[in-house]
Nanobody
Framework: VQLVESGGGLVQPGGSLRLSCAAS????????MAWYRQAPGKQRELVAT???????YYAPSVKGRFTISRDNGKNTGDLQMYNLEPADTAVYYC???????WGQGTQVTVSS
């Protein structure tokens, strides 16, 4: 099983980024997918999840600014991030909850 994130980078406050997670080695539609993030010196925190049948959940800190989606046919999941704030700066990880599978992470930096 492999999860590979992409799409991170440097963006100014108020800007947008789209992260993608490509899964292989699994029947992707059977799994809820999650995005976590970890800022320097802080614990890893849940950002959003989406079930196999497209039911989303958002952490209060990102609700209304982030949108999680998935394409089971392509084995991919995305996190569209709008109105980014410096507090969103972190390494973002793709995860399949209740499994040991994590991506390697992608850095998101929000700074002017």
């Amino acid at each position: 099983v492999q999860l590979v994130e992409s799409g991170g980078g440097l963006v100014q406050p108020g800007g947008s980024l789209r992260l993608s997670c490509a899964a292989s080695g699994i029947t992707f539609s059977m799994y809820t997918m999650a995005w976590y993030r970890q800022a320097p010196g802080k614990q890893r925190e849940l950002v959003a999840t989406i079930s196999g049948d497209d039911r989303p959940y958002y952490a209060p800190s990102v609700k209304g600014r982030f949108t999680i989606s998935r394409d089971n046919g392509k084995n991919t999941g995305d996190l569209q991030m709008y109105n980014l704030e410096p507090a969103d700066t972190a390494v973002y990880y793709c995860n399949l909850p209740m499994t040991v599978y994590w991506g390697q992470g992608t850095q998101v930096t929000v700074s002017s």
